[in-house]
């Protein structure tokens, strides 16, 4: 299993500025994953971030607007630029075992862009 | 393309009812798991079935796994106010890649 810290849990930001969100795992994993999630809906990948390479953005996601940084196995940032109301979500880390695909998500980040 | 299907996305019970949510696909998983999410925390594992036509028990929690591993179906027996919350289906294709995630079902367990 893996313990995730994501912070900050809910942030309210005004339209037009960016917020970055960090996730924290108490052990060395190759991938990190970033979700979307509107409340009570189920996860819309953003994007996979490798150690050491670029992020890889799915559909939909552009590096402009959610930079994600993996400086080292055991953190990765998540920024989201440029806000405006359409981006108020939960956004969400996780990870994946590789031995049996579990994954393991940190609380959440409750973004309300006003 | 929504490559799992989860259904029914509502459920609203009484305290003492049974239910079961499906998860069905047309491709084939190496495994399928069950998570379970409440609100202000991110989704929490259930259960991980791997072989077709698997079954396991998680307290009054029953989870199968498809003969050809294309779906999964989770049972609830006497369901409880605690048991309410999102619970989603998730889908690997393989070790490595980004599980592929059931649109959710929302349960509520009134007493």
């Known amino acids: 299993s893996a313990v995730i810290s994501q912070k900050p849990s809910r942030d309210i930001c005004q339209r037009g500025t960016s917020l970055t969100i960090q996730c924290q795992v108490d052990?060395?994993?190759?991938?990190m994953f970033w979700y979307r999630q509107q409340p009570g809906q189920s996860l819309t990948l953003i994007a996979t971030a490798n150690q050491g390479s670029e992020a890889t953005y799915e559909s939909g996601f552009v590096i402009d607007k959610f930079p994600i940084s993996r400086p080292n196995l055991t953190f990765s940032t998540l920024t989201v630029s440029n806000m405006s109301p359409e981006d108020s979500s939960i956004y969400l880390c996780?990870?994946?075992?590789?031995?049996?695909?579990?994954?393991?998500f940190g609380q959440g980040t409750r973004l309300t862009v006003v | 393309t929504q490559l799992l299907e989860q259904s029914p996305q509502f459920l609203s019970i009484q305290e003492g009812e049974n239910l079961t949510v499906y998860c069905n696909s047309s491709?084939?998983?190496?495994?399928l798991q069950w998570y379970r999410q409440e609100p202000g925390e991110g989704p929490v594992l259930l259960v991980t079935?791997?072989?077709?036509?698997e079954v396991k028990k998680l307290k009054r929690l029953t989870f199968q796994f498809g003969d050809a591993r294309k779906d999964s179906s989770l049972h609830i027996t006497a369901a409880q106010p605690g048991d309410t919350g999102l619970y989603l289906c998730a889908g690997a294709r393989q070790a490595g890649t980004a599980l592929i995630f059931g649109k959710g079902t929302t349960l509520s367990v009134s007493s």
């Open positions: 079935v791997v072989t077709g036509g």
């Open positions: 052990s060395q994993v190759t991938m």
């Open positions: 996780s990870v994946e075992s590789w031995v049996n695909t579990e994954a393991f």
């Open positions: 491709s084939v998983f190496s495994s």
